[in-house]
């Protein structure tokens, strides 16, 4: 089974930030698009940004100047760096691995004053 590992949640005040990081084997890391998603309490889990093996990103508009996607190859990780948060921000966050289509368990992020 392999492993896909976020980490880095927790609770912040409306206008905090969050850094989330997600780890998977290198084998599959480095040759896969890397997406980060959420899903807030009674909604559909959504894609919130994803990063290809050479480092082009895709945001939804709702996160687009706040949120930012990157990668480090050489570290298996991807990390989301998460700034001027806002209480619609409050979901688990879960990283996915495209080529395999696996999914780590997630990191829940609570934004509330």
């Known amino acids: 089974q392999v492993q896909v590992v976020e980490s880095g949640g927790g609770l912040v005040q409306p206008g905090g930030s969050l850094r989330l990081s997600c780890t998977a084997p290198g084998s599959i890391f480095r040759l896969s698009i890397m997406g980060w998603y959420r899903q807030a309490p009674g909604k559909q889990r959504e894609l919130v940004a994803a990063?290809?093996?050479?480092?082009?990103?895709n945001y939804t508009d709702s996160i687009k100047d706040r949120f930012t996607i990157s990668r480090d190859n050489a570290k298996n990780t991807v990390v989301l760096q998460m700034n001027n948060l806002k209480p619609e921000d409050t979901a688990i966050y879960y990283c996915r691995n495209y080529l395999y289509n696996y999914w780590g368990r997630g990191t829940q992020v609570t934004v509330s004053s």
């Open positions: 990063i290809t093996p050479g480092g082009a990103t």
